[in-house]
């Protein structure tokens, strides 16, 4: 890729990306960066030219990037971004710092961020996610984030600049999160890595966490309410519509509607990002067909389709 600053950290082109996702598909990236520090984040947004796409990434476990690719520099941090620290009820995490790492230092610390222990994503991801389970979303927990902008400015952005609902925050273009203050209950530290311990056993015992899968394909039906605060209520379960219309377990290709858990969407091993995107848009359709409801998704798919 022509145009393209130069940098400290990392820079790669046509890099390819399936291997850092966890559904394992997806072409190449024009260019992936990997930023030393935020200096060099800085410098290198400022210096690109406008029209060339940037596209921040975390861990990858809630994306599908298509088999086509990229056209973007993907810009992924790394060691440089990851730092913790606990200091009174406070936790300050770098975004590429993972949220069960973050939740059990903050255990450590006797800060009750336990529900973000068994959600596999980084903290860019939590943020931009809104990532939540076990009736606690990361807006519940947030003071504030800092930034870079497209244009290489460091800014912090408080809850109203989040603008968190359910899954969904507002978040500018091109911006990339590189950190974030969290605020947590206190708790007894033995007690909260019990919790977040059984908190695991159940996931293991209903989600299909040892395959190759991208959290919830679908969010919950909403309708309700959308505040994305713990409060909250998505009683309509995507898993009970996707299992009325009687697509538990459905599969196109090697991409398959898991058993174990019908909203869970699988790569059973030789899955094409247009298997699993083709399966999702079916059961769109199915349950739309049988119920009425129209299934959101909550995977974010990116990138462009193969052409012939
Ligand atoms: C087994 C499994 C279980 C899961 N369970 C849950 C669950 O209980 N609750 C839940 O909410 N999610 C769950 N997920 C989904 C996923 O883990 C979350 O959405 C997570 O927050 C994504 O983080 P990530 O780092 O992988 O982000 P990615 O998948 O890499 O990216 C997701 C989005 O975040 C943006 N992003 C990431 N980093 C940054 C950054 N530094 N700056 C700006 N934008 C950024 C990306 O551009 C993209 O739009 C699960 C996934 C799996 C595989």
Not at 146 to 170: I, K, P
Not at 218 to 229: D, I, K, Q
Request: aromatic share 6%; charged share 25%; proline share 4%.
């Amino acid at each position: 890729m022509k145009d393209l600053p130069g940098v400290r950290g990392r820079l790669t082109s046509d890099r390819a990306l399936n291997d850092l996702t966890w559904l394992r598909v997806g072409g190449p990236a024009d260019a992936l960066f990997q930023p030393a520090d935020i200096a060099d984040l800085q410098s290198f947004l400022r210096d690109l030219p406008l029209g060339i796409p940037v596209f921040p990434m975390g861990v990858g476990s809630n994306l599908i990037v298509r088999d086509g690719g990229l056209r973007a520099v993907v810009i992924r941090l790394g060691r440089g971004f990851n730092g913790i620290e606990a200091e009174g009820n406070r936790v300050t995490a770098g975004a590429a710092a993972l949220d069960a790492h973050v939740a059990r230092k903050a255990a450590d610390a006797g800060i009750d961020l336990t529900f973000l222990r068994t959600i596999p994503g980084s903290i860019g991801g939590a943020l931009r996610m809104n990532a939540g389970c076990y009736g606690s979303y990361t807006a519940d927990v947030f003071v504030s984030a800092r930034a870079v902008t497209r244009q290489g400015e460091v800014v912090t952005l408080s809850a109203d600049d989040m603008n968190f609902r359910y899954r969904q925050t507002d978040l500018p273009e091109g911006a990339v999160l590189i950190d974030a203050v969290f605020e947590g209950p206190e708790g007894d530290p033995a007690e909260l890595h019990a919790r977040m311990e059984a908190q695991l056993k159940k996931r293991d015992e209903t989600q299909p966490t040892k395959d190759r899968s991208a959290g919830s394909t679908f969010r919950n039906p909403a309708g309700f309410s959308s505040t994305g605060r713990a409060d909250d209520v998505h009683d309509l379960k995507a898993w009970k519509v996707i299992d009325q219309a009687g697509l538990r377990g459905a599969r196109r290709g090697g991409a398959q509607m898991s058993e174990k858990h019908s909203n869970f969407m699988i790569n059973t091993g030789t899955a094409t990002a247009a298997d699993l995107e083709g399966l999702g848009e079916e059961v769109r359709k199915k349950v739309y067909d049988s119920s009425g409801i129209t299934l959101e998704w909550e995977i974010m798919r990116v990138g462009e389709p193969l052409t012939e």
